[in-house]
């Protein structure tokens, strides 16, 4: 597998659940930015300081019981400057036929003061394919949506 795509392994725990005994919405958040913070760094390389931009997209389609063994596929989708998309997917769970869980998180290359610099490597997105074209989709209809930085400096901060 390239270095731009990954697969990790969790068991959904009791800590991990709602009172419903299935995983709670934080820990799906949790499990997701793990493997796509991985993803990223290992593709751009062991200088990468990356940041979590923003979570572009989050959904969960399927509730998943305590005691699950979920598996969480993560490619790198989109590559800029200092920028890169990593798409994760929640491989469909024992029964089930969709993803249990999918997703866009943007991580952005900073220098010490946290403020962005170029990716330390060239980092090539992952090779079309099935699995990854739902997220494609999605982040074309989501590209024309920018951070609020500038908002919040144009207000006085």
């Known amino acids: 597998m390239p270095a731009t795509e990954t697969t990790s392994h969790r068991l959904v ?3 991990d659940a709602n009172h419903h005994g299935t ?14 913070y991985a993803t990223g760094s290992r593709a751009a390389g062991s ?3 990356l940041m979590l931009r923003r979570v ?6 399927r509730s998943v019981p305590v005691g699950t063994l979920v598996e969480i596929r993560c490619g790198v989708l989109q590559v800029r400057r200092a920028y890169l998309v990593v798409g994760v997917v929640g491989m469909p769970t024992p029964g ?8 866009l998180l943007g991580f952005v290359q900073v220098d010490e003061a946290g403020l962005p610099v170029p990716l330390p490597q060239a980092v090539e ?31 006085g901060w």
Not at 28 to 35: C, D, Q, V
Not at 56 to 61: A, N, P, T, Y
């Open 125 to 155: 997105p992952v090779e079309p394919s099935p699995l990854w074209q739902p997220l494609v989709e999605r982040l074309g209809k989501l590209a024309g949506i920018r951070g609020a930085t500038g908002d919040w400096i144009a207000a």
């Open 47 to 49: 200088a990468a300081n």
């Open 96 to 103: 089930g036929t969709l993803p249990w869980m999918d997703g």
């Open 56 to 61: 572009l997209s989050l959904e969960c389609r």
């Open 13 to 15: 725990l009791p800590a």
């Open 23 to 36: 995983l709670y919405a934080g820990s799906l958040l949790r499990y997701a930015l793990e493997a796509a």
